[in-house]
Each structure stands twice: as C-alpha cells, then as structure tokens.
C-alpha cells in the first residue's frame, strides 16, 4: 500500500497542473457553469473548443493505445488528471460519451479498421457520439428493446424509436443496440452498430427538462439504412458489447462524478462561508456545520473507494459491477450536497437565473434540479443496487 | 501509487483467519464473555506465540517490528471473530503508550514482556466527565516526596482488571487542554489504586472504573517528560483509533457475509429472501457501506506509517465514517435476519453491541466530524 506518486506521476501532475493554469480561461465558471452536470448549449462551441486544445495537448483520452489517439498511460494518471481538473474547477469534455463509452469498446471490440477510423476523431471532438440505448418501453430493462435492423442486401433497415438521448441534437454519430433477431432469446437478438447521424431518415426531436433546458432527445428512425460494415462486435453480439459500454459509462460517470462531486463541495463550503446564519457563518452553525464536515468526508471516502477499483484496474481487470458502486455513492453524494445548498440558501433558493438578487446567478437551484436526473441516467440506483446484490454478493435474481 | 495489501500481508490475513476460526469461535468467545477476564492465559500465551503481541514493535524490544497497515489486516481478523480479550488494550494503547513516550529503560522493561504475553498495560485516558482528551483529563499528579502523589477516578478503561500496570494520563497543576498532562506508568498493585469491573453492553470488552486515592508514585514512574505527555498520547489514541476502525471494518464485513449467506438459503413466500429487492437492496448498501469503510481506515493506517501531515485529518474521518457504517450494517444485519436475529442464540448481537461500544470509543462520529470540520478549516 502506497500512496505516494512515482517520479513519473509526480511529472504527470506537474505537466497537467501548468498546462491547466496556462490555458484555462478565467471568466470560464461563470459562462459555462462548471458546477454543473451536462454542459449547456449555449456553451457547445467554447467546449468543442476547450476540448481540442486539451486534445493537442495529449490530455484526452490518456488510458487509451497510442496507436488509436490516446497516450498508453494507466488509469493512475487519468485519476490524476481528474483530480487536478477538479481542483482548477476545469469543465469537463463536451464529447463525454464518445470518450466514455463508445471509445473504449471500439477499442475493446472493433475491427482494426474501427479502431483507426473512429477513437482519434473522438478525441478531438470533431465527431460527437451519442448513446442509442434507451426507448419508451426499454429502460432499466434494456433487453426490452424493440426497434428492429432487418438486412437488406449489404445493409440493415432500421425502424423505430430511441428516447432520453443526450447530444443527439448536435451529434455526428450514434451507439446504436437494434433487434436483428426478434425470434432468439430477447438478450442474443441484439445488435450494435455505429450509426452516422446524417443518414436520411432520422429525425431528432429536443425533449424539455426539468431545468428548462433540451440536453436530451427522442429520436426516430424511418427506414434508415445502416452498411452491415457499421456492425460493431459482430451480429446478434449487442447485448455483450453493450454492457461493456455500460460498465465503461458507469466508470466515466464515476470519474467525472467524482471532479463534479469536489468542485460542487467546494462551492458549496464557499457558499456556506459568505451565508449568515443568526448573525455567524453558516459553517459555524452547529447543525450545517455537522452536514457540510459529513459530505466533506464522503467525498474523500468515495475517492479512495474509487483508487481502489483503481488499483484492480492496473491489474489488467475489465471495469467489473464494483463500477456500479462508484456510480450510486457519487450521484447519492451529489445529491445531498445540491440539497444541502438548497438548506444553506434558505429562501434565496428559489430565486432563478434573471433575478438580481440570485445567489450566484441562480446556479445552485438550476444544479439543484439537474442532480435529480444523477440517480436515473447511466443506470438507476435501483439497477446499480440489483447489480452490487446479485453480481458482487452473489443474491438470487427476482 | 498501490492500493492494494501486499503477499506477506496476505499471507497474515489468512494464517490469522485460521487461528481465530480454530482457537477463537463463537462458542469460545461466548465462554470468554462469560468470564470476568475475557481471555484464558492458554488463548494469550498462543496469540504470542502467532507473534501477534509484538506485531507494531521493534525488533530490538521483542517484536516483529511491523507497522499499522499490517496491523491493521490482523484487526480486520480479530474483529471478524469479535475476539474478546485484552489485544486493543495491552498492544494498541498500553503497549504503545509505553513505546511513544517511555525511556528506553522504560521500553525495554515492559516492551518485550509484553510481546511474550507475559506482562499486560491498559491505558486510562478518560474522566467521568467523559469530556474527550485533553481536556477531560482530571487526575490530579501533585509533586511530594520527589516523586508524585495521584488522585481521581478513570472511567472505561479497558481490561484494567486483568492488567499488570496502567498508564495512567494525569495533570500536572492547574493547566487546561494539553497543559500540565503527564503520563505516568502504575502498576496496579500499588496502594490506593483499586479496580472496579463494570458490567457492559459489550460483554466481550471488559471496561473498568479506576480509582486513585493519594498513590504514590517514585519519580521515574512518569513516562516521558512532566507536563508534555499529550504529544504522545494524542499520537498513541491516533494509532489505537485506526486500529480500532479495522476491527469495526472486520466486524461490518462479518455481519455482511452471514446476512447474505443467510438471504440466499432463507425461504419465504417460495423465493430465497434475497430475490427480493427490498432484501437485496438494503444488502448493497451494507456492501457499499463495508467497501467505504475500508478505503478510509486503509489511507488512514497507511497515513500513521509515513507520519503524513494529514494523518489526524484521516484518523477522524475514518472514525466518523465508520462509526456511523458499523452501526448502520450491524443494525441492518439483524432487521434483515429477523426474529432469529434478536436472539441471544444468534451471534449477530455479539457484532451490534461491538459495533455500538465501538461507536463511543476514541470519539464518536459528531465529535470526529467537528475535528475533520476544524481541520478543513470550515
């Protein structure tokens, strides 16, 4: 057990450390709400931006082959880097799916020709990826899915409906998981494919939230016609290589949950420090003070329980279902600090972007109500909680 | 940067498994609790023999000269089997004591007869007032004759019944907070010290009142300097806390094992309990909590090897955190094993009342949150 960095290490965090205060613009918190989760639209083009200069500058994607884009570093230093984009309070990348997920199971599961065509424009965010999972009857139970890719010579057809799909309004292509056999089993019928969002047929219509904002889509497919060549793991595989996307997802998530958990905890300490309660800090009220020094400590416990996942990682293992532990305790984590600030605010919560007298432009409410959607997206916490009890302790399925 | 435990570390986590599954399991430690010492002299003189008295001291005292992340895999074991006995008491707190702050006469008196299981010191830290150190320290060390004259009452001391000597944290003149402490090394047979056994919630912890009327003391009794004692106590209940929170982790992640292997083989309405989400769920939560607890005692032991500047800061978030984790796991073991869990029949108490004991020593979660709160600098 060691917890001290190698010289190599000591080096990585230097070279991210400088390049972060060297580059990152000042003014950048308050335009893009770093705060935040999902970054919002009026910020997609300064992300686009942000996200091709770190790429120059070999800080996206640093666990991934040299051959592909990446660096061959080791998820030590991915941790590193996060930990430092945390503490500069640095957004996170616009193309998070892509880097995520879809990346790393091309990588995981392409052809060499895949591997060389898609993860090195991920990374430089001149192709953005969408995930085409989720459909109105096929939630947490995703094997449920129903549309459907029938062959037509060297192509697949495709018809139906994906729902609660972020970035598809803006992204070049799609994780697509379609039934190619409707007569197998439902979970081996299932294939994955990497579908280029300009294909004629495809329809993609914003879907408001809770906050007010459209992160998120329904899409609709009309006969789009997919080469097979798009096949990503082989036909009727999908549902194997979709779940290595997932536990991916659930490990990204857990990364960048962790920075967001950090830099939601500090803002949320400096938003304590400048509140009065009866005349002191709101750090100095008993009770406030007991819960700010709670989420204090979850967040560091949460993090070594992240280096350990780490530390099975550099011993070659796959993101196992533990990832799904990460994923629940960070969003539950974030959780409680959006609705601690909602506590420290008082009445000033309710106060919204446009009013002068918002705290702090009105971000805490809007990062309030976008914190709801942590627990569901990525997996459920009831998934996540099914998962830990029947893949980690072994319990019978229901 | 490494998380994991090495081979040797491994290896001491299984022959330790072994020995307590084959010398230490729950019908011993039910005879043990039963007893006012807790221990047997055979027990003792076998867990020395594992080395395990000597585990954190130097070679050159006796030891085996390892340090409390290793100790901290041997407390995992001994609070799997919520092994009763004087190991805390005698190793962690008296032992440690003696090694912080005493001479090197001192040492080489006590260290080694500790390590052979044939001395034991219990520490005494606490007033009735049960205001946490250093300001709770009430026993009052008045100079006379050269040396010192004693006199107070400690409250929850461990195994004081049982142990040769006390090191007993007293206060030299009118100081508050860490001003005037003194650490004074007495055997318990000295006049006017007399040991009261009290009966506990945790019957497998034996705690003790200790009364001091007028003891007298030689000069060379103190351990240390006078007036400087709570530098190495401080340091001394640091170490003794993330042992502690390693026990507590092996009692959570025992609690956690039998209540999953018992919701896979309990029926009701037809199914295994454990097909059931509300069973299911509540069982992730205990893993997720049992993992949590880990992490933070591991940094934290790792922590007190390399004297890190955060170390204190580590010791009270993993006191808080796992605190908190023990009871809530324990608890749920026995709601989710239902009425045999409230039986005297089933061990699972043994691990709740270890868990709520545990809670109240070395400071609960609310007193370590306002230490990680003055830490942080909230």
Redesign the interface.
Known sequence: MDFTLTPEQQAFRDEVRAWLRASLPKDWADRVHAGSDVPRAEAYESLRAWQGKMYEAGLVGVTWPKDYGGRGLTFVEELILQEEMAVHKAPSVLNILAIGMAGPTIIAYGTEEQKRRYPPRMLSCEEIWCQGYSEPNAGSDLAALETRAVRDGGHYVVNGQKVWTSLAHIADWMMLLARTDPAAPRHKGITYFLLDMKTPGITVKPLRQITGDAEFNEVYFDSVRIPASQILGGLDNGWAVGMTTLMYERLALGFGLQVRLRIALDGLVALARKSRRRGIAATRDPILRQKLAQLWIETEVFKYTGARAITRLLKGELPGPEASAGKMMWVEGHQRVQELAMEVLGPYAQLTRGSGRAVDGGLWPHSFLRSRANSIEGGTTEIQRNIIGERVLGLPKG | ??????AEQDLLRSAARKFLENECPSGVVRELMDTPEGMTPALWRQIAEQGWLGLIYPEAFGGMGLGF?DLTVLMEEMGRAVMPGPYLSTVVLGGLAVREAGSEAQQKAWLPRIAAGEARVTLAWMDPSAVPPPDGIAIAAVPRGGGFSLSGTALFVPDAHTADALVVAARAGDGQGAEGVTLFLVPRATPGLTVLLLPTMDQTRKLCEVTLADVALPADAVLGEVGRGWGALDRVLQRATVALCAEMCGGAQKVLDTT?EY??IRQAFG??I????G???R???M??EV??S???T??A??AMD?GAAEGPLAVS?AK??VSDAYRRVAAAGIQLHGGIGFTWEHDLHLYFKRAKGSEFTFGDA?YH??R??DL?D?
């Open positions: 940067m490494n998380f994991g435990f090495s992340v999953v919701a896979k199914r295994p454990g097909s059931y989400q069973v299911k769920h069982a992730a939560d893993l997720v993992e949590n880990k992490s933070i591991y940094y032991a790792w390399e978030m808080a955190y609310t949150r306002e990680v709160a942080v909230l």
